[in-house]
């Protein structure tokens, strides 16, 4: 067990809402929006959302991609224990730095947090952690080989990677195409990113886009297999009648642009 955060790759980094989130020297950019705020942007831009899609279901899978800091899974948490304790809640979570996540129990996570330091350490430690309701799991590996092992499992994702111009192997029509086998019809997907490439990344396999706006964050998007009951469509046919020239990312201009 390190003792202490994982400074050599990463630095604390303070957000508008006055959470810390951390800034990943390997990939030049911070975790969360600055802008946003940390806890902000995980609960407005997934975790209410997601959850008023899933609200009758009594038992909910979740992938997050990545885990990261942990917001998303554990302000998830949070909200569920508060609004829904019922419920049995099932997290699954790709992270490939394993020594980001054994030194996150020394992260300064805002005092919203300091009720789930017995999950926090868990996850730290086994990377598992389960009681009667929760179970949440952290797998150490490649996120594309491990959304691979599901089929119509999830009713949310939460799909959080670094961007497309860093992290692009998680944003391209074949990674959505393994989430589109992942997820439920029914189900929803969550994403900071607004740009056009990732949403005709999931519109190619079969996803409804929809632009999502909350106050206090940047617009976002949400998407669903289904056709959602609430939320503005994009009309993604005009969408690419104005923009012929912007195509998806795709595995092999990925592999390309890593080989030049």
């Not at 940047?218 to 046919?237: C, E, N, Y």
Request: net charge neutral; proline share 5%; charged share 25%.
């Amino acid at each position: 067990m390190t003792s202490s955060f994982d400074d050599t790759l990463h630095t604390h980094a303070p957000s508008q809402d006055g959470s810390f989130t951390a800034y990943s020297k390997e990939y030049g950019e911070h975790y969360h929006s600055t802008k946003d705020g940390a806890l902000s942007e995980s609960l407005k831009k997934h975790v209410i959302p997601a959850f008023e899609h899933v609200k009758t279901k009594d038992e909910i899978n979740i992938l997050d991609i990545c885990y990261g800091l942990g917001f998303n899974t554990l302000a998830t948490i949070l909200y569920y224990q508060k609004h829904a304790p019922q419920k049995k809640l099932h997290i699954h979570s790709p992270e490939l730095d394993a020594d980001l996540i054994r030194s996150l129990v020394h992260f300064n996570y805002p005092p919203e947090f300091r009720p789930l330091q017995k999950v926090i350490e868990a996850l730290s430690k086994k990377n598992i952690y389960e009681d009667e309701t929760l179970r949440v799991e952290i797998f150490l590996g490649d996120a594309r080989e491990y959304v691979k092992r599901f089929h119509k499992h999830f009713d949310i994702v939460y799909q959080d990677a670094f961007s497309p111009s860093v992290n692009p192997l998680l944003w391209t029509k074949e990674y959505f195409a393994d989430i589109a086998k992942a997820i439920k019809d029914d189900g929803i997907l969550t994403t900071y990113s607004t740009a056009l490439k990732t949403r005709l990344a999931l519109y190619e396999n079969g996803f409804s886009i929809y632009l999502a706006q909350t106050e206090g964050v940047r617009d976002f998007t949400l998407a669903s297999l289904k056709p959602l009951k609430k939320g503005k469509k994009i009309d993604m046919k005009h969408k690419i009648n104005c923009n012929p020239q912007i195509k998806p990312l795709s595995d092999r201009e990925v592999a390309q642009i890593s080989i030049s």
